[in-house]
């Protein structure tokens, strides 16, 4: 009996309904991840994943964070060497002292269409090697992508939070 119950599940149309959907529900989970981590420190805690770790640090006073920022560094063969994520009210100046990462982010949202991003960053890459970034830049449209002297490309995505 119970193994006609659990062919009669595998094969349920609703079943491989929510299979086929699973898949895009991973992604908004980890899309996601950033607000949940939020929720759980609360507003007054600033948090940003560093390579997919968790670094928590001390917020000023500012707004609602109304964007979510992530910056990515690439190999000259598309290798993410790094990537950071964390959220902003726009207007922005993140001071990090961490093993991790150390540095500064500082965020001047000019209007709803034009960020200046400067950075000044000592982090290591996904296998541990030591990346300095350290640019100043005009970015239109909420999205950017440079290249590095170092042959190095460099993204930034400034985007509105749905929440």
């Known amino acids: 009996m119970l193994l006609l119950l659990t062919q009669a599940w595998f094969r349920s149309p609703d079943r491989n309904t929510a299979a086929a959907a699973a898949p895009a529900a991973d992604c908004y989970a980890e899309a996601d991840r950033l607000a ?11 948090v940003m994943f560093v390579n997919d770790d968790l670094l928590v640090y001390k917020r000023q006073e500012s707004g609602p964070d109304r964007y979510t920022v992530t910056i990515r560094l690439f190999a000259a063969d598309g290798e993410t060497l790094a990537c950071l994520e964390f959220a902003s ?17 500082f965020l001047n949202r000019c209007d709803d269409q034009n960020t200046v991003v400067e950075l ?5 890459d996904t296998r541990q090697r030591p ?7 005009a970015m239109t449209q909420g999205r950017l992508t440079q290249n590095l ?6 993204k930034v995505d400034f985007s509105p939070r749905n929440s």
């Open 131 to 137: 990346i300095t970034v350290n640019e100043i830049m």
């Open 89 to 105: 009210p726009g207007d922005d100046y993140i001071i990090l002292e961490d093993e991790a990462i150390t540095g500064r982010i």
């Open 120 to 124: 000044d960053l000592h982090l290591q």
């Open 36 to 46: 949940e981590t939020e929720r759980h420190f609360g507003k007054n805690v600033g």
């Open 149 to 154: 002297r170092n042959g190095t490309r460099l």
